[in-house]
C-alpha cells in the first residue's frame, strides 16, 4: 500500500538532513517513502538517486549518532578478513566487514541504523557484529574491489601468465581443435589471450579482429563507442583468426563462409567469462567479433539499470501479472537482453516453471529452460514456442518476434495464462504497436495482450571525477526540448572533461527508457488501427515520456551530457 507523504513525519536521520540544509521537507518525505518501499536504506536511496552528496550525508549521521566518520582509503583490500560474510549479504545490505577482533566483527555500513544487515551478518558468521559509520560512495567503491580481490580475477594475471588461462569452446572438447592448438605459436595463444582480458578490464562490449589490404587492426566497443586498440602485423591475420577459432571450435580449414561460435573463458574457480564469436569472410580475410557476455549483468538488479521510479514500477506491476505480453525494443546493442533477463531474474523462483527461446542463449541462468533455435534443423522460434507450451510453462521468454507465425503463438500463450517477455526492431513503443499491426497480427489481440511496452537505449554516463559544470543559453535549451518550467525550476548542466579514471570523460552506461503501459485508452486506439504519431500522442498525454524527454531529464540530474542525450535520441 502507497504510503501518503502528508502523514509522514520526519524524525531521526531525516529530520537531521532536513535541519543540515542536505534535503528540502518534500524531498525528505518522498525519499523517506521510496527507500522503505524498496526496503533499503535512506542514505543509499539518496546517494543512487544523486539527492544528496555521500560526503555530507556521511558527516550528518555521524553527528546524529556521535560518532566519527571512519576513512576506507586507509583499508586495502587485501587487509580485510577473507570469506567471512557471504557475497550475497554484503551486496544485499551495502555492507563491508572490516575488521575482526576476537568473537567481534565490525562491519562498515553508510546508514547506522541498518540493524538488518548487522543481525543477517551476526547470523550467518556466529560473530557479534558493529557498526562502523563511512561514506556511502567510497563504501561502494571499497566493496567492488574488495569482492574482485577475493575472486582471483584478471586484476592478478600478469602478462606472463597469460597463456595460462583457460579456455572452452562452446560444443565441448574437439579432437582437431585442441591438436591445432598444440601447435599454435606461443605468441599468438599470448596474443590473444591478452586482448580478450584487456577487452574484460576495460568495461568493453564487443571486440572486433578486421584485416585490410595493408594493415590490420583490434578495436574494442567500450560504453558504445569503438576505438582502435592495436595494430599488430598484417602477416599475423591468418595465425589470428585461426586461433580465435580454435578457441571456439570453429573450422579453421573453412575461410569461405561466416561462422558462429562461443568461447568460455575460465578467470577463477568462480569467475567465467563467455564470448559469442561471428567470422565474415572479407576481401582481405576473416574479420572476427566477439561480443562479450558477462551472466552478473543479469544480476546487478533493477535499480542499477537506469529507470526513473515512475517507470521502474510500471516495470515491476507487469512482472507481477500473471498473463500478457511485455516487449522491449531498441536497435542492436541497446541493452534489451539485460533487461529481459533483469525481469526473468526477478521471477525465476522454484515455484515458476521459465523457458526462453534465444538466437543464441547469451547469458546463462541456473533455473531457467533456455533453448537456442536452430533454422537449420527446423527448430525456429515458432517451433521452440510450440513446445514450451506443451511443457506447462508459467513464463515464456523469446529472443526476438521476427514473423507472423512466432507473433501469433505468442500471443495466444499471453492470451491464455502465461506471462511472455519478447524484443522487436523498433524506434519507439508506438511504432512497436504499428509493426506488430504491419506483420498481420489482428489489432484486437494486440490491444488484448500486450500489457507494457519498454523502449530503450544506451547513454554514456559522465565521470563523477572529472565532469565540469555546462553554461547553455535558455534558448538553446528550450530548442532542445527542455520545458520552460523545467528551466525555471534551475538545474546544472554538465560536459565531459577526461581523467584518468574515464573514457573521454564518460564511465559506464546508462539505460534511457519509453515505458508504456497499454492503458484502456490506448487499447481502444490499437483497436481503431491508429497511426504510431497518434498513438505516441495519446501516450505522452497519459503521463508516458518518450524517449528524449528521458534522456533530457538524465541531463538535469547531472547522469549524462546534452551532448550524449543528442546522439543517443535525437530526431
Known amino acids: 500500500m502507497a504510503t501518503n507523504k502528508s502523514n509522514v513525519t520526519l524524525t531521526g536521520l531525516a529530520r537531521r538532513f532536513v535541519d543540515d540544509g542536505l534535503l528540502d521537507e518534500t524531498t525528505a518525505k518522498d525519499a523517506f517513502i521510496q527507500a522503505a518501499n524498496n526496503k533499503i536504506p535512506l542514505i543509499t536511496y539518496l546517494v543512487q538517486n544523486n539527492l544528496a552528496a555521500s560526503k555530507g550525508l556521511a558527516y550528518a549521521a555521524a553527528m546524529e549518532f556521535g560518532v566519527s566518520v571512519l576513512d576506507l582509503g586507509a583499508f586495502l583490500p587485501e587487509m580485510l578478513p577473507e570469506k567471512l560474510v557471504d557475497e550475497k549479504l554484503i551486496r544485499k545490505h551495502n555492507a563491508l566487514p572490516l575488521y575482526k577482533r576476537g568473537n567481534r566483527l565490525y562491519i562498515a555500513l553508510s546508514d547506522p541504523t541498518n540493524i538488518q544487515a548487522l543481525d543477517e551478518i551476526k547470523f550467518n558468521t556466529g560473530l557479534s557484529t558493529d557498526a562502523v559509520l563511512v561514506d556511502d560512495a567510497k563504501l561502494r567503491e571499497a566493496i567492488e574491489k574488495y569482492l574482485e580481490s577475493q575472486d582471483t580475477t584478471m586484476g592478478d594475471l600478469n602478462d606472463a601468465d597469460l597463456e595460462g588461462v583457460e579456455t572452452e569452446g562452446g560444443e565441448g572438447e574437439d579432437e582437431t581443435a585442441i591438436s591445432a592448438s598444440d601447435i599454435d605459436d606461443a605468441p599468438i595463444v599470448k596474443y590473444v589471450n591478452k586482448m580478450l582480458l584487456d577487452a574484460i578490464r576495460g568495461g568493453a562490449s564487443d571486440i572486433h579482429f578486421e584485416p585490410y589490404e595493408k594493415t590490420y587492426r583490434v578495436r574494442y566497443r567500450t560504453d558504445g563507442i569503438l576505438k582502435e586498440i592495436s595494430r599488430p602485423s598484417i602477416k599475423l591475420a591468418p595465425k589470428i583468426a585461426a586461433r580465435v577459432k580454435i578457441m ?8 569461405r563462409v561466416p561462422q ?20 565474415l569472410p572479407t576481401l582481405w580475410g576473416e574479420k572476427i567479433v566477439l561480443r562479450i557476455l558477462d551472466p552478473s549483468q543479469a544480476k546487478l538488479g533493477i535499480d542499477v539499470l537506469g529507470y526513473e521510479e515512475d517507470q521502474k514500477q510500471l516495470y ?3 512482472l507481477e501479472q500473471p498473463q500478457g505480453m511485455i516487449l522491449v525494443t531498441g536497435p542492436t546493442g541497446s541493452g534489451k537482453t539485460v533487461s529481459l533477463y533483469t525481469g526473468l531474474n526477478i521471477l525465476n523462483t522454484p515455484e515458476r516453471n521459465i523457458s526462453t527461446a534465444e538466437d543464441p542463449a547469451e547469458i546463462n541462468l541456473e533455473g531457467i529452460n533456455q533453448v537456442n533455435v536452430n533454422t537449420k534443423v527446423g527448430l525456429g522460434f515458432a517451433e521452440a514456442l510450440r513446445a514450451f507450451l506443451r511443457q506447462d510453462p508459467d513464463i515464456i521468454m523469446v529472443g526476438e518476434i521476427r514473423d507472423l507465425e512466432t507473433a501469433n503463438i505468442a500471443i495466444k500463450a499471453a492470451q491464455t495464462g502465461h506471462l511472455v517477455l519478447s524484443t522487436l526492431h523498433t524506434n519507439s513503443a508506438a511504432e512497436t504497436l504499428t509493426r506488430m499491426m504491419n506483420m498481420g497480427v489482428p489489432a484486437f489481440n494486440i490491444a488484448t495482450s500486450v500489457s507494457l511496452i519498454i523502449a530503450q537505449r544506451l547513454g554514456r554516463r559522465l565521470c563523477n571525477s572529472c565532469k565540469q559544470p555546462a553554461e547553455i543559453p535558455r534558448e538553446a535549451l528550450l530548442a532542445e526540448g527542455f520545458t520552460q518550467e523545467q528551466i525555471d525550476t534551475g538545474f546544472t548542466l554538465f560536459r565531459p572533461k577526461g581523467c584518468d579514471k574515464c573514457n573521454g570523460g564518460y564511465k559506464g552506461r546508462v539505460g534511457i527508457y519509453e515505458v508504456v503501459k497499454i492503458t484502456d485508452e490506448l487499447a481502444n486506439m490499437i483497436m481503431e488501427e491508429a497511426s504510431s504519431i497518434k498513438i505516441a500522442k495519446r501516450a505522452e498525454a497519459e503521463g508516458f515520456r518518450n524517449l528524449r524527454h528521458s534522456a533530457l531529464l538524465k ?8 551532448e550524449e542525450a543528442n546522439r543517443v535520441t535525437k530526431d
Open 248 to 255: 571456439s571450435q570453429l573450422d579453421i580449414s573453412e575461410r
Open 260 to 279: 558462429d561460435g562461443r568461447i568460455k573463458m575460465k578467470l577463477s574457480k568462480t569467475k567465467a567469462i563467455d564470448f559469442r564469436v561471428n567470422t
Open 316 to 318: 515491476l506491476d507487469a
Open 555 to 562: 541531463v538535469m540530474q547531472g547522469v549524462t551530457s546534452l
